[in-house]
């Protein structure tokens, strides 16, 4: 899976806890990406790094954090976990720019919020 | 994830025939394009890509064809298989840091 680890797996947690996901590639990729996945949604970008500390939101991204201390690590928190953030969440990396190259996606964490 | 094949359309063919799996994306002034395998319980996999100056791209048992003309992306599956069951989706890449994604096709074989 393109040396990509998402942990946990599965999360379950309760309204207004705070969660952190985290995200660790070996491969040295400079582009990380969040995504969600809902049914009948595509999947939906939270947040993206483009480098060491150098994030930027995506669609959906309200309720959300993320940090990028180290090349390999991306981690996406939830700062006081709500219903509607139940999903199951995937971290992908990228090589090159933006244009030139796919995104390839880890295993994904199934977090449900109860 | 497990639901991800719910509200989908789904595609049936018979084990050993070819497949087209259909995609319009929304930006005429996407330049790259991309197609995506999701299995049950994990992540999207990479199929196959296609940049704009191109209309064919052929890869292992995969044809990607590209319609600029009315926004159209297929991927042609030949000789289908059951380890080919699974969602398929296409993302497009509109000349932003932000790939688009399409919510997916559930293609089902049997045998």
């Known amino acids: 899976d393109a040396g990509i680890t998402q942990s946990p797996r599965h999360k379950v947690t309760e309204t207004g806890t705070p969660v952190t996901l985290r995200c660790h590639q070996t491969e040295n990729h400079r582009y990380m990406y969040w995504y969600r996945q809902d049914p009948g949604h595509g999947l939906r970008l939270i947040h993206y790094?483009?480098?060491?500390?150098?994030?930027d939101k995506g669609e959906v991204s309200d309720g959300y954090s993320v940090s990028r201390s180290k090349t390999e690590d991306f981690l996406l928190t939830l700062e006081s976990a709500t219903s509607s953030q139940t999903s199951v969440y995937f971290c992908?990396?990228?090589?090159?720019?933006?244009?030139?190259?796919?995104?390839?996606f880890g295993n994904g964490t199934r977090l449900t919020v109860t | 994830g497990e639901n991800v094949g719910l509200h989908l359309p789904t595609l049936s063919v018979q084990e050993g025939d070819n497949s087209i799996i259909n995609c319009a994306y929304s930006?005429?002034?996407?330049?790259?394009f991309i197609w995506y395998k999701q299995e049950s319980g994990k992540g999207p996999q990479f199929i196959i890509d296609i940049r704009s100056n191109m209309d064919k791209r052929q890869g292992q048992r995969v044809t990607v064809l590209l319609n600029k003309t009315v926004k159209h992306l297929s991927l042609q599956i030949a000789a289908t298989q059951p380890g080919d069951s699974a969602v398929y989706f296409c993302?497009?890449?509109?000349?932003?840091?932000?790939?688009?994604f399409g919510t997916g096709t559930r293609l089902q074989v049997f045998p």
């Open positions: 993302a497009e890449n509109p000349n932003t840091d932000k790939l688009i």
């Open positions: 930006n005429s002034a996407s330049d790259y």
């Open positions: 992908a990396i990228r090589a090159e720019g933006p244009y030139n190259s796919p995104l390839h």
């Open positions: 790094s483009y480098g060491v500390k150098d994030t």
